[in-house]
């Protein structure tokens, strides 16, 4: 689980004040926010990145982070990008790909191409692979549904769900309306506040466009 | 992690390879013939002409004439031509179309062996020029030179004579020690060892340039390596965090792969410099490391600070080629102005440069 309690964030030229977020075992927040509104600062401190300037931020467990650029290297195939930061043998990755709830993201498919020759959904899939090898409790995402093509949305989405159905607490930063549907609790980030949004309220509506 | 850049050191020597053709190559030619540029104005004389008439009595006169011409100091200098009567020379000089002129007289070599020691003509003009000069003296020398060459040849038939030998005798005598003298002149280094100043010069000089250009060419390897760096990256970072690796690990890991790059790349220098003859010391394949070391983690603290390849790539163009030439690497400071001379040992690199060029050459 993640407790966040009076939580002061500094970042570029900005401030976010007053956040207080709990998320239990089984539990997806979505945080929405215009561009620029601390979104990835706010998953950057809850990874233990960036030092809050006040408050708490509480994580029981390990925590996996999905950046929005992706740390794969490019000239590297998917199976060497995945080996690289797992400590399991070649045979134990190819098993978890089918057997492991990352199974979902259908990476065994392209997994011996190298990282250049992928699309940006295989791309992400195969970032969010690497991170769920290791077996995290708190799974950070952020914009994991950017410049994603439908059936690549529809695989992270169906992960997402494993995830929290297996006892997994998931963060999820993004602009996109289709995943917030499947978080228990949307927070958005405006004006240097976090602000829990009402249940009902569109997307569109809190973002005011 | 050590696997994966193993694999990605593999994957990315072409590349370097390629930066090596296209640089190296360029590189190659510079300290090969840096020197021919920089010493062109040395090597140029300008010639002035004398004229000698020599008589077909002995082809000593023959010999002399092609030993003079061709001593080093006459042969950049002189042009000596050959004319067929005694007052050619005369006229020659005397209109100014040769600036001195030797009359060498019927039976002077008989003279020579006879001990009469007959007397050459030396023609010359009132020198007007600093060069006319210069000439004039130059075959004074040579006529005293001459001239105590006669008289020692004397003073052996005098010897001869006291001691009773025939005329043939003291001859055939003659003849042998002449040939060892002319073997004697035509080598004789063996009297006087000969250094020439410009060939040590030079030969520092492409010393140098390899050690500094080598240097350069592992230096503006940035060009290549700063696409490798992961480290630079953010969410790179960020992962090697969560997955318990600190960034100095990065750093190091990061600049151990660079090294060993760059250690490939002096590899194939070496190799190319073995090729045109120029061999470095063997033991510099030990002692470059710690160079190769210092540049890689300057590269790689370069990539973590710009973040950015292309933006490592041109800054470390620009600076690799300010301190390369602040400390004397890409033209020698001897060529440079005082300021440069002065400034040099407050630049790190000249201490490298100083360093690798004892490791190649000792």
């Known amino acids: ?209 | 992690m050590f696997k994966a850049y193993l694999k990605r050191i593999l994957l990315f020597m072409p590349f370097v390879l390629c930066y090596l053709m296209a640089f190296g190559f360029a590189a190659l030619c510079i300290v090969t013939y840096g020197d021919a540029f920089l010493f062109k104005d040395k090597s140029s004389f300008s010639a002035v002409r004398l004229v000698c008439y020599l008589p077909g009595d002995s082809d000593l006169n023959d010999l002399g004439l092609s030993l003079v011409s061709k001593i080093d100091s006459v042969k950049e200098t002189v042009i000596i031509d050959r004319v067929d009567t005694e007052e050619e020379v005369y006229d020659i000089v005397g209109n100014g179309e040769a600036i001195a002129g030797v009359v060498i007289p019927e039976g002077f070599i008989d003279s020579v062996f006879t001990g009469e020691n007959m007397q050459a003509t030396v023609v010359y003009r009132d020198g007007g020029t600093f060069m006319e000069h210069a000439v004039n003296d130059l075959i004074l020398t040579l006529s005293n030179l001459l001239g105590t060459g006669q008289s020692v040849i004397r003073t052996g038939y005098d010897y001869v004579n006291q001691t009773g030998y025939s005329s043939s005798e003291y001859r055939n005598a003659m003849d042998r020690i002449s040939e060892e003298s002319v073997t004697y002149v035509l080598d004789r280094n063996r009297l006087f060892d000969s250094k020439d100043q410009d060939a040590l010069q030079v030969f520092t000089l492409k010393e140098k340039m390899t050690a500094s250009y080598s240097l350069f060419l592992l230096m503006m390897s940035v060009f290549v390596f700063a696409f490798f760096y992961k480290g630079n990256s953010s969410a790179f970072m960020t992962r090697a965090k969560l997955s318990g690796y600190k960034p100095f690990s990065i750093y190091l890991i990061e600049t151990l792969s660079v090294t060993f790059m760059m250690y490939l790349l002096f590899l194939v220098m070496y190799g190319a410099l073995y090729a045109v003859r120029i061999h470095l010391n063997f033991k510099t394949l030990v002692f470059i490391i710690p160079v190769l070391l210092l540049f890689s983690a300057v590269i790689t603290g370069v990539c973590y600070l710009l973040k950015k390849p292309t933006a490592v790539a041109f800054t470390g163009f620009g600076a690799g080629i300010v301190v390369m030439y602040t400390a004397g690497g890409l033209m020698p400071l001897e060529y440079m102005s005082k300021f440069f001379t002065l400034a040099a040992p407050f630049n790190p690199m000249y201490y490298v440069i100083n360093y690798t060029l004892e490791v190649m050459f000792g």
């Open chain 1, 1 to 209: 689980m993640v407790e966040i309690k009076d939580l002061t964030l500094n970042y570029k030229k900005s401030v976010l004040t007053g956040v207080n977020i709990t998320a239990d075992k089984g539990e997806c927040i979505g945080l929405l926010g215009l561009n620029g509104s601390g979104k990835s600062t706010l998953l950057t401190a809850i990874a233990g990145i960036k030092k809050p300037a006040a408050g708490t931020i509480k994580v029981g467990g390990k925590v996996g982070f999905v950046t929005q650029e992706n740390a794969l290297i490019e000239e590297l195939t998917g199976i060497d990008n995945l080996m690289m930061w797992s400590p399991l043998s070649k045979k134990d990755i190819l098993k978890a790909l089918t057997d492991s709830e990352a199974a979902v993201l259908k990476t065994r498919d392209f997994i011996d191409l190298k990282v250049r020759r992928m699309s940006g959904g295989m791309k992400k899939r195969l970032a969010i692979t690497s991170v769920i090898l290791e077996h995290p409790d708190v799974l950070l995402l952020d914009e994991p549904l950017a410049a994603l093509d439908i059936p690549a949305k529809k695989d992270i989405i169906s992960f997402i769900d494993t995830f929290k159905s297996g006892g997994g607490t998931v963060f999820v930063a993004s602009h996109s309306e289709d995943i917030f549907a499947h978080c228990d609790r949307v927070y958005y980030l405006h004006d240097g506040k976090c602000e829990q949004l009402p249940e009902g309220q569109s997307i569109a509506g809190a973002l005011n466009v």
